[in-house]
């Protein structure tokens, strides 16, 4: 394949390092078909190098194809089984932004060939030839094994760098011209120990119309993800495992998706100063989603209209984050409620009767809930803090202190003396008033 170098280099930025084509292909030529191929082909060895960075882009092992069948004039190509041995990617991305695929292609010329209008004149008669039909193209099952990628991203405050390996699984039947979606059961190894798998369906020509995927990453290191937390909280992770269970379900545009999401004995490193990044207390985020077994488990539903120029993956995602990290973290009684039973909206108050020092039952089970949510809440530290309503304790206490007086008098009255206790109270009353008050009758 290397002598198609020179054509590759006309169109873009890449050099065809290794690679060599196998075929056995039947032509036939018949007036009803200007031009029919049928058999098979491999490609091993292949290596895709960037000449712009001089590094390996793509690859494979091993490409093959077991049997194809081409029609001119049915414009149709049809592949059995395409096999993928060792299949390599790289994603490279710049401090810009700027990914290592943009700006591979080169700019082409327009020809004079490409300006020439289509009515072909032939003899005296014109012929109008209208745009080509689009190829119908269509694959049997793509089966994919021991692929890998290397993915970097040096656009965030510190460099970032993720290899899959061991990626294998197989694809359903792809086809240009039919709106079934296909099926994906894909799964590789992420780091040293981490897990990878994608299943579902999607629909290749129009995956928004129709896509119903599920993403799941197992045992994955957060200490590897500490430039993606300085990038929108400023915090470093010491230590930690994440497991992610993502589904996304795409219906006429319309995006549904669930985020499942395990955090294991999370530990947060220092915290550094990021420009731009978000104002998130995540320490106190942490310590209220933190679990007695130190685990953060937690539902992320997202939703949006993937037809929506402005709309991005990423940008829905992180905005479902940052408004669960907010809620959190701005109504943690809430949070704390809920974890043993309680709506009630008042749980982070404790209330007394005015001027009095004992609590109603209801308050005190009030307590023991607050004490059970600690409780699964181990990292959590509470600090309580008083509060008085000044006007209300004032009146309680002064009716309480003339209360207490008015006792004290009614019992030191003489023993023998016999008349009603509401003429004794009377009696006092008028006795304190005459004694606190200068009153002119």
């Known amino acids: 394949l290397a002598l198609s170098q020179p054509w590759l280099a006309q169109a873009a930025n890449v050099r065809l390092d290794t690679g060599t084509l196998n075929a056995r292909i039947q032509v036939a030529v018949d007036p009803e078909d200007p031009l029919k191929l049928s058999g098979n082909l491999e490609i091993p060895e292949l290596s895709i190098i960037d000449t712009g960075r001089g590094e390996r882009l793509l690859g494979w092992q091993r490409l093959g194809i077991d049997q194809l069948s081409f029609?001119?004039?049915?414009?149709?190509?049809?592949?059995?089984?395409?096999?993928?041995?060792?299949?390599?990617?790289?994603?490279?991305?710049?401090?810009?932004?700027?990914?290592?695929?943009?700006?591979?292609?080169?700019?082409?010329?327009?020809?004079?060939?490409?300006?020439?209008?289509?009515?072909?004149?032939?003899?005296?008669?014109?012929?109008?030839?209208?745009?080509?039909?689009?190829?119908?193209?269509?694959?049997?099952?793509?089966?994919?094994?021991?692929?890998?990628?290397?993915?970097?991203?040096?656009?965030?405050?510190?460099?970032?760098?993720?290899?899959?390996?061991?990626?294998?699984?197989?694809?359903?039947?792809?086809?240009?011209?039919?709106?079934?979606?296909?099926?994906?059961d894909l799964r590789g190894r992420v780091g040293e120990y981490g897990l990878a798998e994608i299943n579902g369906d999607i629909q290749p020509m129009d995956p928004t119309a129709t896509t119903d995927l599920r993403v799941l990453f197992r045992n994955v290191s957060m200490p590897d993800l500490t430039p993606y937390t300085m990038r929108f909280a400023s915090r470093k992770i010491d230590r930690g495992t994440l497991d992610l269970d993502l589904r996304y379900v795409i219906a006429d545009g319309k995006l549904k998706g669930e985020n499942g999401i395990v955090i294991d004995e999370l530990v947060l490193g220092e915290k550094v100063e990021e420009p731009g990044a978000l104002d998130l207390p995540l320490g106190l985020a942490v310590a209220l989603l933190t679990g007695p077994d130190g685990t953060i488990d937690i539902d992320m539903p997202v939703t949006g209209d993937v037809n929506d120029p402005q709309f991005g993956i990423g940008q829905v995602v992180m905005k479902a984050f940052?408004?669960?990290?907010?809620?959190?973290?701005?109504?943690?009684?809430?949070?704390?409620?809920?974890?043993?039973?309680?709506?009630?909206?008042?749980?982070?108050?404790?209330?007394?009767?005015?001027?009095?020092?004992?609590?109603?039952?209801?308050?005190?089970?009030?307590?023991?809930?607050?004490?059970?949510?600690?409780?699964?809440?181990?990292?959590?530290?509470?600090?309580?803090?008083?509060?008085?309503?000044?006007?209300?304790?004032?009146?309680?206490?002064?009716?309480?202190?003339?209360?207490?007086?008015?006792?004290?008098?009614?019992?030191?009255?003489?023993?023998?003396?016999?008349?009603?206790?509401?003429?004794?109270?009377?009696?006092?009353?008028?006795?304190?008033?005459?004694?606190?008050?200068?009153?002119?009758?």
Do not use: C, W
């Not at 190509?77 to 710049?94: F, N």
């Not at 669960?324 to 008042?346: C, Y």
């Not at 949510?373 to 006007?391: E, H, I, K, N």
């Open 322 to 441: 940052v408004n669960l990290i907010t809620k959190v973290v701005t109504a943690p009684f809430n949070l704390l409620g809920r974890l043993v039973g309680v709506e009630s909206e008042d749980f982070d108050r404790i209330e007394f009767r005015p001027g009095s020092p004992d609590l109603t039952p209801p308050e005190k089970e009030k307590l023991v809930k607050l004490a059970e949510a600690l409780a699964l809440r181990p990292s959590l530290a509470l600090t309580l803090r008083g509060a008085v309503a000044a006007d209300e304790d004032r009146l309680a206490l002064q009716e309480m202190r003339v209360a207490a007086v008015v006792e004290a008098r009614l019992e030191a009255l003489p023993a023998d003396d016999d008349s009603m206790l509401v003429a004794r109270r009377r009696d006092v009353l008028e006795a304190l008033t005459a004694e606190r008050l200068t009153v002119d009758l």
């Open 71 to 184: 029609s001119a004039a049915e414009n149709r190509l049809e592949l059995s089984e395409l096999e993928v041995d060792g299949p390599y990617a790289r994603l490279h991305i710049a401090e810009d932004g700027t990914t290592n695929y943009a700006g591979l292609l080169k700019d082409q010329p327009e020809t004079e060939a490409a300006l020439e209008s289509t009515e072909v004149a032939v003899g005296s008669t014109e012929t109008s030839v209208g745009p080509a039909l689009p190829l119908d193209v269509t694959v049997g099952r793509v089966r994919v094994s021991d692929g890998s990628a290397d993915f970097t991203d040096l656009g965030l405050p510190l460099p970032f760098r993720a290899a899959i390996s061991e990626l294998g699984g197989q694809i359903s039947t792809l086809s240009s011209n039919s709106t079934q979606p296909a099926s994906l």
